[in-house]
């Protein structure tokens, strides 16, 4: 069963500094690596796709990938209090376009 | 992004009524879309995978004679909740896979509550 792996949260920083969301995964064959957010009682919206190693930047989000270590991370700079939501990483496993999502990390940025 | 529109975004109905929800791409065609549910403070759950012009692929545990999906167009596809009860009360999400980019984007939910 391919697996996408996130800590539940919430993780809880001050406005203005740099928040940091990691995710695993089980398949090595992904190709494709998708961040949405969700504010409570809405839909997902994407922020950032990924598709090679490295840091790819939009904005004050920047997205890492590291295939050879399986994880991908969202890095939120300047962070904001309306940036507080839960953030899922979506993965899709080779061969597949349907993503595989992770529970999701709830962020919560305090003033 | 591309644009997932939902409708309707609320509704609600009594128990053993059917209710139909549309999904649309406005800006793009897409030949496949997504259909999940998600219930209050839990992950999203697809429940099916909608191809345009052929059979939906229905996720393990998924009634798909109770969750009937047609997928008719390139930018249209249905879910209609037959037969509806209170614990199909849900927050319904439809998404469309956008070709161009190879990225799903969603629609902005339909809230069901089943009386």
């Known amino acids: 069963q391919k697996e996408v792996e996130q800590n539940s949260g919430p993780l809880s920083v001050p406005e203005g500094a740099i928040a940091s969301l990691n995710c695993t995964y089980s398949d090595r064959g992904s190709q494709s690596f998708f961040w949405y957010r969700q504010y409570s009682g809405k839909s997902p919206e994407l922020i950032m796709s990924i598709y090679s190693n490295g840091d790819k930047e939009d904005g004050r989000f920047t997205a890492q990938l590291n295939k050879a270590s399986q994880y991908v991370s969202l890095l939120i700079r300047d962070s904001q209090p309306s940036d507080s939501a839960t953030y899922l990483c979506a993965v899709n496993p080779g061969g597949s376009y349907i993503p595989t999502f992770g529970r999701g990390t709830s962020l919560i940025v305090h003033p | 992004g591309a644009v997932v529109s939902q409708h309707p975004s609320r509704v609600i109905c009594k128990s053993g009524t059917s209710v139909k929800i549309e999904c649309r791409s406005l800006d793009f065609q897409a030949t496949t879309m997504f259909w999940y549910r998600q219930f209050p403070k839990k992950s999203l759950m697809l429940m099916a995978t909608s191809n345009e012009g052929s059979k939906a692929t229905y996720e393990q545990g998924v009634e798909k004679d109770k969750f009937l999906i047609n997928h008719a167009s390139l930018t249209l596809s249905t879910l209609t909740v037959t037969s509806a009860h209170p614990e199909d009360s849900s927050f319904y999400i439809c998404?469309?896979?956008?070709?161009?980019?190879?990225?799903?984007?969603f629609g902005p939910g339909t809230r069901l509550t089943v009386l």
């Open positions: 998404s469309a896979r956008d070709l161009r980019h190879n990225e799903q984007f």
